[in-house]
């Protein structure tokens, strides 16, 4: 949350920070701001805006300064409202700050440093800059380290010193923050997307260090300032990725993308047909060995973990629970030696799903992580690293990192599976060749989008939706649901189907759009029954079914066939359809796709 930018080098920096900007627009984008050191005197500009990045933009137009350093930032409001004041970066004396995080003991330093008559906006920020300000008298070190002492919380702080014309210092703790050098400058950002228009090299900032930005290097320190050499990591996508190259929405292309990035997360894990981890560095003891498992994640990670439930718990037989993330630290959870926690996130650096992560190894848990993103915290913090190879993921809403989630949690279940003695040779690679035509039966279901354009339609007009299905189609139903409201601002739920008639069902009208999955065989004329007892009541009917299932009669108004015959395996072309039907509402209606209101990409606050 909150894209943060700063650079320092030969080049304009006004023209880095907003290109950085609208590459970290998704992370937040209720206002926007920079400010930048001019060189010359203590002269420092600082343009600051409620709004989107093109707003800031539009802003700039006019300004007329030559700089090479300064720092830029897209807010996603915590502390204060959506205004002008409380956008960053904030500046107090000779600091100029920008942050990402939260800080706790904010109303105890104002009261303790009677800072309340000297505040202008409304937000946590302006406190450190006001602290950092009242240690700072020449030597920034000593400011920042009495400062960091001073605060509880989460931060990622870039700060300016207005005496101090080229050099911008950082120090974190949680909030992510990236580094990288080349030679036009030094960058710092809130992500890797930003620096990679100029590098594919660089550096996670590590926690309680304080980095320094100079146009000829980067240097780190830690608190006592002893020099800090930090691993080097390298990206391994280019622009290109995360650019939409012809649609008209990330979204849209991401959608796209599921097809390869669901072979690129498969492929390089098959050994003869068979999963194998040994490139991961995943033992099978860890696989073999727990007695339990406990899948941790929020929102669309945590739906993929309850696919992954679904699927792993009945051919495993071992308890599988998922847990809410931000849940997990205040129901004591039943977490111990003998349990492997599997973490899934996509950005590695949803701090709900971090905290649970480290409550876990407190307890004694293995933890074994599917991440998106290379180097994030998450993924340091493991035991063990499963990466998913989506690529970069920019469109809030997430797609195709549910995608290779999936493929993830059905390869471990495979390998699981065979290692525990629950699946023969041949079945693991029955399993397997099936798991790998996933990407094929994506690809038709993107090869034929009208009909799904129809369905969005009627979707779009609509003020609720339902999403029901009993058994996998159930767990298949929580993400379809969460997709639409997210985008689309419709309210929609997701329900066990044969849950309805204990009270949802209330809610059914004449035309509620209901979207009946029923793609399991064995459960398939139980859902049919409930799929009449809405439609008894008016409800229009999306029906996803298997390729060659008997329709009754008059049961549906929109029916989609998904190309897989065996049950386990249509989440990835269900998947699709529900992600395009989202997709579709959503553009019908006008909304910002890629940006819908009050959300952002990695929640990196609790
Ligand atoms: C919804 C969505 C979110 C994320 C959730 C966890 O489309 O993207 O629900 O899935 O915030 O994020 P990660 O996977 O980065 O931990």
Known sequence: MCGIIGYTGHLDALKVLL?????????????????????????KFLIKKAGPVATLKDACEKLD????????HTRWATHGGVNDTNAHPHIAGKVTLIHNGIIENY?????????????VSETDTEVAARLLDYYYSKDPYEAIRKTIREITGSYAFCIMFEDIHDKIFCVRNVSPMVAAHMKDGSFVASDVTAVIPYTNRYFVIPEYQIVTLTKEEIFVQDLEGHPVSPEILEVNWNIEAAQKNGFPHYMLKEIHEQP???????????KD?????????????????????????????MYAGMVGKALIEPIIKIPVSVNIASEFRYESPLVDEKTLVLIVSQSGETIDTLAALRLSKECGAKVLSIVNVKGSTIARESDYVFYTHAGPEIAVASTKAYMVQLASLYLIGCRMAMIRGKFTENTARDFISRLSGASTAVEKILEHKEQIKTAAS?????????????????????????KLKEISYIHAEAYAAGELKHGTIALIEENTPVVALATQDHIYGKTISNIREVRARGAFVILITKTGAEIPEDICDIHFAVPMSHDRFTVFPVAAILQLLAYYTSDMKGLNVDKPRNLAKSVTVE
């Not at 058994?471 to 993400?479: C, I, K, R, T, V």
Request: overall charge negative; charged content about 25%; proline content about 3%.
């Open 273 to 301: 047909g068979l999963p194998d981890f040994s490139e991961d560095g995943i033992p099978d003891e860890v696989l073999a060995e727990c007695e339990k498992i406990s899948i941790v994640a929020c929102g669309t990670a």
């Open 107 to 119: 109303h105890n330093i104002i009261e303790k440093f009677g800072f309340r008559d000297s505040l």
């Open 19 to 43: 290109q950085g900007l609208e590459q970290l627009e998704y992370r937040g984008y209720d206002s926007a701001g920079i400010a930048l050191l001019s060189g010359k005197g203590d002269d």
């Open 65 to 72: 300064v030559e700089s090479h350093c300064g720092i830029g």
């Open 260 to 270: 390869e990035a669901l072979r690129n997360t498969i492929t390089p894990r098959l």
């Open 458 to 482: 009627v979707v779009a007009k609509a003020k609720d939706a339902f999403f029901v299905g009993r058994g996998l189609d159930y767990a298949f139903s929580l993400e379809g649901s969460l």
